[in-house]
């Protein structure tokens, strides 16, 4: 990049940042109505722990507050509290009895499918019309951006579309604040 383009860039920075801050509000808003509809008083936050679980379908408690980047403590409450709600179990870790694994129930994901319907086919709707080709860039681009990835990495690396679970620390996240080079 030369110095040249250094405003030019800033500007369609700043552009973006702003659309992800439009972004983020209307993801606020989904999460505070899909929790409402999970358990009517679940805070976003709970939600959050919830849909981790379910997506990783079993993971420790240890391992879901690095992921999550929470207190133990907390979210030990929380996922006793999701517990209660019969949206989890808790098992015993095998390799280490005194952890423990958690895992969705049938409910909790009955419950889940329910609350996630009315954006899903929001979200459908909206990406209809889209050519399926801008829906795979954006996904790509998405991917590079949360991993401080270049955009087409995975492919020159011949890897095609990037795994969900290959992910950058977020220490190395294009979205971190860098020094300009």
Do not use: C
Request: aromatic letters at 2%.
């Amino acid at each position: 990049m030369t110095t040249d383009d250094l405003p030019t860039r800033t500007e369609a920075v700043r552009a973006l940042e702003a659309q992800f801050g439009e972004l983020i509000n209307r993801m606020r808003r989904v999460l505070t109505e899909n929790a409402q509809r999970v358990s009517p008083g679940m805070l976003p936050g709970a939600y959050k722990v919830f849909t981790t679980v379910v997506n990783r379908e079993r993971i420790s408690q240890s391992a879901l507050a690095e992921v999550l980047m929470v207190d133990k403590g907390q979210l030990s409450r929380t996922a006793r509290e999701l517990e209660q709600l019969g949206l989890i179990q808790r098992e015993s870790d095998p390799d280490d009895g005194r952890a423990s694994i958690l895992s969705p129930t049938a409910l909790g994901l009955e419950r889940l499918a329910a609350a996630r319907a009315p954006q899903e086919h929001t979200l459908m709707g909206t990406l209809r019309d889209w050519p399926l080709d801008d829906i795979h860039n954006l996904t790509r681009l998405l991917h590079a951006l949360s991993a401080g990835a270049l955009p087409g990495a995975e492919a020159a690396a011949g890897t095609g579309t990037p795994a969900s679970d290959d992910r950058a620390p977020a220490s190395q996240s294009l979205l971190d604040p860098v020094a300009p080079a």
